[in-house]
């Protein structure tokens, strides 16, 4: 059984960091494409960063390049997004995904884990 559970969410300051975690179990990983996605309220769920396992490959939205990376520990199966000078429209759950190819869009991912929240206060 497949499984990706996220951690690491909670409420920082403007300018402040995080570092969310996705840990993957049930298969091997090694091609597909990890990817994090975020939804805010009433919003729908977006791209955010993604990485391929094996490759290394990375893209980020707009939004969140030169601010957020992407990285993985494949002894620890764990995916990583590393947050930094974050802000208020940040605020969102953030979801980790897998998807079978290189992709960025919402609807072609797998396997999804259940989110954790990320709160930024002005």
């Known amino acids: 059984q497949v499984q990706l559970v996220e951690s690491g969410g909670g409420l920082v300051q403007a300018g402040g960091s995080l570092r969310l975690s996705c840990a993957a179990s049930g298969r091997s990983f090694s091609l597909w494409t990890m990817g994090w996605f975020r939804q805010a309220p009433g919003k729908e769920r977006e791209f955010v960063a993604a990485?391929?396992?094996?490759?290394?490959?990375?893209n980020y939205a707009d939004s969140v390049k030169g601010r957020f990376t992407i990285s993985r520990d494949n002894a620890k199966n764990s995916v990583y997004l590393q947050m930094n000078s974050l802000k208020p429209e940040d605020t969102a759950v953030y979801y980790c995904a897998a998807d079978r190819q290189w992709s960025f869009v919402v609807y072609e991912y797998d396997y999804w884990g259940q989110g954790t929240q990320v709160t930024v206060s002005s």
């Open positions: 990485m391929h396992w094996t490759f290394g490959r990375t």
